[in-house]
T-cell receptor, first 113, second 111 residues
């Protein structure tokens, strides 16, 4: 597909379990962002990858959150020992390079019960 | 760190009226972008402003970048129900590369 693809689209998990969220950016896009959005709220920046540079992890809320981007393409956001407050939509976005328009995926809706 | 603030947080508008939402950055920006998120959807790019004092129009939407490149505004004329959603501004600071989003303005239109 031509757009940013995220999976799963919906995930219900039990408190304490680990989850992995996947993002397939648009082909050729070197910049990739992860955001978190709670219901009715704004976009909370989590992490930013740009090419081969060290990622900007300044938005990760705790050490339970981590992300990697393999081969400069697919990215995985991992949340360990999930808590109820982790329930939100996790949005991935990519751009052809830093400073350009970013394109969002449909998001992964995470519910922790 | 860089902060981008948007006001108002909420905007209730009567259909047919005009309104403006404002975006202010704590640092000088190299460019500013605007996105719209419909209820239940994801943010979608609207426009990018690069030059100091730049003004761009998209039908009923007018976007402006301040002379100091630290603020921007979005003005919507003759609001329609299709304008419902959250409007986010996002800026990249001069000599930076990461896009920082404002908190968004949630627009509700009363028919």
């Amino acid at each position: 597909g031509a757009g940013v693809s995220q999976s799963p689209s919906n995930k219900v998990t039990e408190k304490g379990k680990d989850v992995e969220l996947r993002c397939d950016p648009i082909s050729g896009h070197t910049a990739l962002y992860w955001y978190r959005q709670s219901l009715g709220q704004g976009l909370e920046f989590l992490i930013y990858f740009q090419g081969n540079s060290a990622p900007d992890k300044s938005g990760l809320p705790s050490d339970r959150f981590s992300a990697e981007r393999t081969g400069g393409s697919v990215s995985t956001l991992t949340i360990q020992r999930t808590q109820q407050e982790d329930s939100a939509v996790y949005l991935c976005a990519s751009s052809i390079s830093s400073g350009n328009t970013i394109y969002f995926g449909e998001g992964s809706w995470l519910t922790v019960v | 760190g860089q902060q981008v603030m948007q006001i108002p947080q909420y905007q209730h508008v009567q259909e047919g009226e005009d309104f403006t939402t404002y975006c202010n950055s704590s640092t000088t920006l190299s460019n500013i972008q605007w996105y719209k998120q419909r209820p239940g959807g994801h943010p979608v790019f609207l426009i990018q402003l690069v030059k100091s004092g730049e003004v761009k129009k998209q039908k009923r939407l007018t976007f402006q970048f301040g002379e100091a490149k630290k603020n921007s505004s979005l003005h919507i004329t003759a609001t329609q129900t299709t304008d419902v959603g959250t409007y986010f501004c996002a800026g990249i600071k001069a000599a930076g590369n990461k896009l920082t989003f404002g908190g968004g303005t949630r627009v509700l239109v009363k028919p």
